[in-house]
């Protein structure tokens, strides 16, 4: 009986705090299906009539589906990128072990640790030399090297768990080191090119502060948007903001939903694997 009530307790504190994050994220959702009295009104209004015309007009505005496309292609072909190239970068780490492979994965790593703010001024001034300011292309490739590095140490936790006999009798029966890496290694790993797949397409998902700044119109994603528009007729638009927002939370909440249980296993970093 006591160990129930300590059970009872433990998970009882772990809805407190689980709504208490969920919060602000339900109030913004509640607030996007309210009339804009509703939402202004001094004494918060708990009991109204649900109504979907904020969220069919944010949707009909015309710099949101351009947005929400640019969000959508950005992040999944960078993140696409990223995850095929660290995936190659993490199995030649993990099999052939070079010098220095331990420093460099602390290099690699630290370039995440350094705030966006710091290196935006030379950023920009690279693109505006480079001539990729507001160029699609030039963001999505940013994206996908600001993503490399994580996807490393994802990926290569869990190469060092798969055991090498599997290369070395299939370098033995005459495949080819691709034939190893994509048709043998890489099923066993999938796991983790998910969770690597999915941290990154949250953090390009986003990101507003190099897309704000080293972008352009025509690249501009939905946080770009929600930071432009905020403002309409000399006061914030909440009506804008709350339906824009909660439209532009759904598919990460959908995806986090369906593959939560990948992004457990990301986050153990393969050590809960031994060697198979």
């Known amino acids: 009986m006591h160990r129930k009530l300590k059970n009872g307790i433990y998970y009882a504190c772990l809805w407190i705090v689980a709504l208490a994050f969920f919060l602000p994220v339900l109030w913004i959702i509640i607030s996007s299906l309210k009339t804009t009295d509703q939402m202004l009104s001094s004494v918060p209004v708990i009991w109204f009539t649900p109504t979907l015309h904020n969220l069919v007009a944010a949707i009909h505005r015309p710099d949101f589906m351009p947005a929400l496309i640019n969000s959508i292609l950005l992040s999944g072909l960078s993140v696409a990128i990223a995850v095929v190239v660290s995936f190659m970068a993490a199995y030649a780490i993990s099999r052939f072990r070079p010098a220095g492979s331990d420093f460099l994965m602390f290099l690699l790593l630290s370039m995440r640790m350094v705030p966006a703010a710091a290196v935006i001024i030379p950023l920009f001034l690279m693109f505006v030399a480079f001539g990729w300011k507001g160029n699609f292309i030039g963001l999505m490739l940013f994206y996908a090297m600001y993503s490399i590095p994580f996807s490393i140490w994802i990926l290569s936790g869990f190469l060092d768990g798969v055991s090498q006999r599997f290369d070395e009798t299939a370098l033995i029966c005459g495949a080819s080191r691709m034939h190893v890496m994509f048709r043998i290694i890489l099923p066993q790993v999938r796991p ?85």
């Open 192 to 276: 983790a090119l998910i969770a690597a797949f999915i941290f990154n397409v949250i953090f390009v998902w986003n990101e507003f502060l190099v897309n704000y700044i080293v972008g352009g119109k025509n690249t501009a994603n939905v946080p770009t948007l929600l930071a432009t528009g905020t403002y309409s007729g000399g006061s914030v638009d909440w009506t804008f903001m709350a339906s824009t927002t909660t439209i532009y939370m759904i598919p990460v909440i959908v995806m986090i939903f369906f593959f939560q249980k990948y992004l457990l296993v990301g986050m153990t970093f393969g050590t809960v694997r031994g060697e198979v």
